[in-house]
């Protein structure tokens, strides 16, 4: 009877112990296979920012240097006008300045799409150049503080700063009807911490979530993964909106 109960404990044992390892090459596969649709989806995000900034530079170039020639082209050609009626010059006189002004606008919109500053002197000077052109809409009033001039060795990452910020007033202006927004930026342990505040009508969080990420809220999120960081949100209706984006340096 002893024997009977001792192969009855052995097998139960050995029953277990095939279970565990069962288990355990459950989990590993698993989490390999976690891990493999991570990596595949973060190339996937990686791929689509890339391929967007190409276009962005493609797009800014043909804004740049095809549609901006021919308005000046056309400005310079109005300008050798030879009129005599006070009509006629009046005539020449507002075309010309609804050429600058489109001259204007598309060298604003190039600078949006493929900001010179950034590239020529990083990421903060692009940030506060591109604050400055937003200040003089008057469309929001923002306001930088900024401890560095430049957080990361690659300038890659520097693009995603900076687009991050740029998504984030973007967003601001579109949805908040805010009037006032505060932007900090500063290192402390080898993290970047990036807080901005407005005192815009704010919004449902749960609505927000249960309805999916709209394209800027989502563009934001795809850049902070790709910086391994972190981003929490805190807002409510009639409260404003308030983002703290934690990105490790290192």
């Known amino acids: 009877m002893h024997s009977d109960e001792t192969k009855i404990y052995i097998a139960l044992l050995v029953a277990i112990a095939l279970i565990a390892v069962f288990l355990l090459f459950f989990i590993i596969t698993i989490v390999s296979y976690q891990k493999k649709y991570q990596h595949l989806s973060r190339q996937l995000v990686l791929t689509e920012i890339r391929t967007l ?17 021919i308005l000046s082209v056309i400005r310079l050609q109005l300008g050798t006008l030879r009129v005599a009626g006070d009509e006629d010059r009046e005539v020449i006189r507002h075309a010309t300045g609804l050429i600058n002004d489109t001259l204007g606008r598309v060298r604003a919109m190039s600078e949006t799409l493929m900001p010179q500053t950034f590239f020529r002197k990083g990421s903060v000077k692009g940030i506060e150049h591109y604050i400055r052109e937003m200040n003089r809409t008057q469309l929001l009033q923002i306001g930088l503080f900024c401890t560095e001039e430049q957080f990361f060795s690659s300038q890659e990452k520097e693009l995603h700063l900076f687009r991050i910020i740029q998504e984030l007033i973007n967003n601001t202006i579109k949805h908040a009807a805010a009037t006032q927004m505060d932007i900090t930026i500063y290192q402390e342990k080898n993290i970047l911490h990036v807080f901005t505040e407005d005192n815009g009508k704010g919004f449902d969080q749960r609505k927000v979530m249960n309805a999916g990420l709209g394209s800027g809220l989502r563009n934001i999120h795809n850049r902070v993964e790709l910086l391994n960081g972190h981003i929490f949100l805190q807002t409510e209706p009639g409260n404003g909106t308030r983002f703290e984006i934690q990105l490790p340096l290192l």
């Open 53 to 69: 900034e190409q276009e962005r530079r493609h797009i800014a170039a043909e804004l740049h240097d095809d549609f901006g020639q």
